[in-house]
C-alpha cells in the first residue's frame, strides 16, 4: 500500500524515520559550509538543473529541475555535529495529473547517488532511533 501510495502522488520527502531505506535523510563527513558548497558546485554541474536561491543562513537550496519532467525541489542542509551534516530533500513534480507515477522519489535517489559520490556518506536515518 505504502509504494502504491508514493507512486499516486506528484510530492515525496526525506525524513530521519522514512518507511522506505532510501528516503531517509542521508548523513555526511562535513561541515555545513562545506556541505552547502559542494552541492551547490553539483547542482550547477548537473544537465537542466538550475539553481533558483540559495540561503545559507537557513541552509536550503532551491532548485528547478527542467530535464524530462519538470519539478521543484528543495535541499536542506542541516549541521547534525561537528563533520556529521544531514541532506533532505522535498521535490513537487509539475504535472497536470494529480500524481507522476514515483519521479519525485526516483529523482531524490539519482539525487543522493550524485551527492554519495562527491562527500563522504556515513549513513542514513542515523537519529531515528531505527537501526
Request: proline content about 2%; cysteine-free; overall charge positive.
Amino acid at each position: 500500500m505504502q509504494k502504491l501510495k508514493g507512486i499516486l502522488t506528484n510530492h515525496s520527502e526525506t525524513r530521519e524515520n522514512h518507511t522506505e531505506e532510501s528516503l531517509r535523510s542521508r548523513y555526511y563527513k562535513t561541515t555545513n559550509k562545506n556541505a552547502m558548497k559542494a552541492l551547490q558546485e553539483l547542482f550547477n554541474k548537473m544537465e537542466g538543473v538550475t539553481v533558483k536561491s540559495v540561503s545559507e543562513e537557513h541552509g536550503e537550496i532551491a532548485l528547478q529541475v527542467n530535464k524530462g519532467r519538470k519539478a521543484f525541489v528543495i535541499v536542506t542542509v542541516i549541521s547534525v555535529r561537528p563533520f556529521e551534516t544531514a541532506v533532505d530533500f522535498s521535490v513537487t513534480t509539475e504535472t497536470k495529473l494529480p500524481f507522476d507515477f514515483g519521479y519525485s522519489r526516483q529523482l531524490i535517489k539519482q539525487m543522493y547517488e550524485r551527492i554519495d559520490k562527491s562527500m563522504i556518506y556515513i549513513g542514513s536515518g542515523l537519529n531515528s532511533g531505527k537501526k
